[in-house]
């Protein structure tokens, strides 16, 4: 991985991180403390908000793919074609986790198709995914202490907090 982040800063090769983050819908507190009891709002159900996203390393600009369904293969695929469509004209590497939708044969078919390489990280380690910090920051800035009463707004939100596209 460090060879290809070489690469990158010397301008020789576009990387990307990529993972998904799935938002849903619900409470979240950031800090309650008081004598007397107080009823937080909260809303209901459990409605998703997924994004795909590809973290730029250098730039730090992001291309996103997002549903409400499920993050599957084809999603990943449609973010490909996504990186793909961007006329970027060196190397593209890209930079997973070890997820089962990013390791089948459709995905690997797919890069192998467009000239994407990738790498995945060890096991157990989203520390070394630059994108997981920014799913983080995204739920403290979005989500933390805020009470959202429509599943609209509250993806609305989140798809305007994103990075913009390269």
């Known amino acids: 991985m460090a060879p290809r982040l070489e690469e990158a800063q010397r301008g ?4 990307f991180f990529v993972d998904a983050a799935h938002f849903v819908l619900g409470g979240f507190l950031a800090t309650v403390w008081s004598f007397t009891r107080h009823w937080v709002k909260a809303p209901s159900g459990r409605q998703r908000f997924n994004v795909l996203g590809a973290l730029h390393a250098i730039t730090h600009e992001m291309i996103t793919v997002t549903n409400t369904a499920y993050i599957n293969a084809e999603s990943v695929c449609a973010l490909l074609e996504k ?35 990738i790498l995945f990280l060890p ?7 630059l994108i997981e910090r920014f799913w983080k920051f995204t739920r403290k800035h979005c989500l933390y202490g805020v009470y959202f009463s429509d599943f ?6 989140i798809g305007a907090f994103l990075p913009p596209l390269i």
């Open 83 to 117: 990186i793909a469509a961007q006329g970027i004209t060196n190397a593209i590497t890209l930079i997973m986790d070890n997820a089962r939708y990013q390791r089948c044969a459709l995905v690997r078919a797919k890069a192998a198709d467009l000239g994407i390489e």
């Open 152 to 157: 609209t707004i509250f993806s609305a939100t």
């Open 12 to 15: 020789e090769r576009t990387v």
């Open 123 to 129: 096991p157990y380690s989203p520390n070394l995914n």
